[in-house]
């Protein structure tokens, strides 16, 4: 079984910054995508950003170069630093992981922008 406990989520004004962590448990394959989709309220779920087994980034056009993700030598633990932070960024933001024919979720965590 495998589990993904997210945090950093929270309230921060336009041009902000936040940090959300997302750490995995269980079964963690050592190649595997994770990474971050958002929903914000009446819109679908958007990728945000993935890291790929190979270490490649792939950003959302709307976030490239404000967001940066990386993730630890474990391969189980990911970081994403939002930056410049504006109030289109405001949505539940959820961790995915995927290894093999398996995409596990976190419980996601909200992310507001707001004056």
């Known amino acids: 079984q495998v589990q993904l406990v997210e945090s950093g989520g929270g309230v921060v004004q336009p041009g902000g910054s936040l940090r959300l962590s997302c750490a995995a448990s269980?079964?963690?394959?050592?190649?595997?995508?994770m990474g971050w989709y958002r929903q914000a309220p009446g819109k679908q779920r958007e990728r945000v950003a993935l890291?790929?087994?190979?270490?490649?980034?792939i950003y959302a056009n709307s976030v490239d170069g404000r967001f940066v993700l990386s993730r630890d030598a474990s391969s189980k633990t990911v970081i994403l630093q939002m930056n410049n932070l504006n109030l289109e960024d405001t949505a539940i933001y959820s961790c995915?992981?995927?290894?093999?024919?398996?995409?596990?979720w976190g419980q996601g965590t909200q992310v507001t922008v707001s004056w």
């Open positions: 269980g079964r963690i394959a050592r190649l595997n995508t």
């Open positions: 995915t992981l995927r290894q093999g024919s398996e995409t596990y």
């Open positions: 890291i790929t087994p190979a270490g490649s980034t």
